[in-house]
């Protein structure tokens, strides 16, 4: 059972804390009833390499958690640096994905055309911790390239790319 949260505790100030840990940016895409969506997490993580899980974590007062949460199948992309207007347009805009930005080839979840790592996953597990869902996933398939990461620091946009130390 978890302990209620300290009333004292300064949200705004944790919130900050916790941006002190580089991530790197991902978009998850998935079909929904409203069409292709797109949405920006840094909330991602590798959880087994075998059997292969990763997760991530969904705002359950995002106006796109429904359709997030009801996905099956998602895909997870890793940004190249060049994409971070996608990553801003992802994180506080339009999630609609036009036809353009993804390979609908596939009957798969949406696939960005430009991502450095695309993980197809199948949802294996949703559970409500605190005011998020996080999301396991069963990772399907993946392709990776070679190119310079967009990272997200301290409210701020970073580069790391290969050579760089």
């Given at each position: 059972?978890?302990?209620p949260p300290d009333p004292a505790l300064d949200i705004a100030a944790y919130r900050r804390a916790l941006g002190g840990f580089a991530t790197g940016v991902c978009v998850v895409t998935a079909h929904t009833d409203e069409g292709p969506f797109g949405i920006t997490v840094n909330s991602f993580t590798s959880v087994s390499l075998t059997p292969p899980l990763i997760l991530?974590?969904?705002d359950?007062?995002?106006w796109r958690h429904d359709a997030f949460a009801a996905a099956?199948?998602?895909a997870v992309h890793m940004l190249p640096v060049e994409d971070r207007e996608?990553?801003?347009r992802f994180a506080w805009g339009v999630c609609r994905l036009s036809s353009d930005e993804f390979d609908s080839s596939s009957p798969e979840p949406p696939?960005?055309?430009?991502?450095?790592?695309r993980?197809?996953?199948?949802a294996t597990d949703r559970i409500v911790m605190g005011d998020h869902l996080t999301i396991v996933g069963s990772v399907r398939a993946f392709e990776t390239r070679p190119g310079a990461a967009l990272t997200y620091y301290r409210g701020r946009y970073?580069?790391?790319g290969e050579g760089d130390a």
């Open positions: 059972m978890s302990q991530w974590c969904l359950r007062a995002s099956d199948r998602f996608m990553s801003d696939r960005l055309k430009n991502a450095l790592t993980l197809d996953c199948v970073g580069v790391l």
